[in-house]
């Protein structure tokens, strides 16, 4: 699981090893990825080491080691394949494959739509998207409406209130923009997801908790992408 930026920086680093032999500097990796200060290249490089992507050698400076590549990534070319963030940093929405229905019997399971699970969303503090599907699961088709549908995995506790819990399974309606208090999957600079509620305060954006316990977070319109309204949930007992 990678976000956009680490990914980047990843692909950045591959293609600096294997034309010239050896790592960019940091001032070359921030202004690759375009940051404005090496902090944040630093906490990506750590990111990237803690997910066993890259490691750094001893004693040495600038040395760097990329020890694998996500699936996602063509063989040899070290340039993402097919890999387009959205969401979820995934190929969600008009790239995922439309939704099928089995055939079978005329039984409830016949009826079903299958839908993808793009991985884990936060209801609570934002957490790194994750990059690509996981499974399938089968869900009422009344539960649908028109448009393209993807299903997430709730990690949290921020939205109880509004009877979404941790471990739930969330159903998403591909949409790049909200109506004040609907419930939507949001993307905070291009790198976090989060699952809460879409309000406007003036020219910013609010993304609201449904638990007293955290705090309604404000930003700027730049920094915060409509990725999905939720239109259904499925909870195992």
Known sequence: MLT??????????????????????F????????????????????ALEERGFIRRLPNRAR??????????????????????????EGSLGRKTEPPKRPIAGNDDE?????????????????IDAIQHKTHSIAVPPEMLSGGEHY??????????????????TVIIKNASNANPGEIVVALVDDEEATLKRFRRKGASIAL??????????????????????LVGLIRKY
């Open 110 to 126: 016949s009826s079903a739509v299958s839908i993808p699970v793009m991985g884990r969303i936060a209801a609570g503090v934002p």
């Open 208 to 229: 609201e908790a449904a638990n007293p316990a955290y705090e309604t977070r404000i930003f700027g319109p730049d920094r915060v992408k409509v990725q999905g309204k």
């Open 63 to 88: 040395a760097l080691e990329v020890i694998k590549l996500p699936e996602a990534m063509a063989p040899g070319l070290g340039q993402p394949r097919k890999f387009s963030p959205s969401v979820i």
């Open 151 to 168: 299903a997430l995995e709730v990690k949290g506790d921020s939205m109880i209130e509004a009877g979404i819990l941790d471990g739930d």
């Open 4 to 25: 956009r930026k680490q990914l980047e920086l990843l692909v950045f680093i591959n293609q600096r090893l294997r034309e010239a032999g050896v790592p960019p500097s």
């Open 27 to 46: 001032d070359e990796m921030k202004e690759a990825l375009d940051l404005a200060s090496k902090s944040g290249i630093h906490r990506l490089i750590t």
